[in-house]
């Protein structure tokens, strides 16, 4: 079930209400990308939840993502992913968790150099920061 208050379809590509998990494995990904319009929203969210079915689920039966308005407004700096005001290895560590698949509230995805989703090249720049100071 796809729920929240920004718009499937509208706010970002449409996901579809049924997902198939690939034979052999374990997970299937939903990529949400929101789209790069020229209205100044509010932030928004989207929570991804599980039917039940035929498969064991720990305890992440849900997903929750936020979106922000990138129309200029996010004051977030590129690799400062807590939005602490300063890159620090505790961006590197959140980093990490987010690409090992850790869900954490304290994410702030517009902080990475996509703006959109955090990648390896990310933890590398944080790393690249911190090392030249």
Known sequence: MIMGTAENGKDYPYIPTQITI???SDRAEISICPYADKESEPEEFVEVILSE???TVDDHFS???RLVDR????N???GDIDASGSITLVDAILALDVLSGE?????HI???LNGYKIKLKDILY???DIARK
């Open 103 to 107: 869900l954490s509230d304290n994410v």
């Open 53 to 55: 079915g035929s498969y």
């Open 63 to 65: 997903a929750t993502v």
């Open 110 to 112: 517009e902080s990475s």
């Open 76 to 78: 977030v700096s590129k």
């Open 71 to 74: 129309n200029g407004n996010s």
């Open 126 to 128: 944080i790393l690249n």
């Open 22 to 24: 690939p034979e052999g």
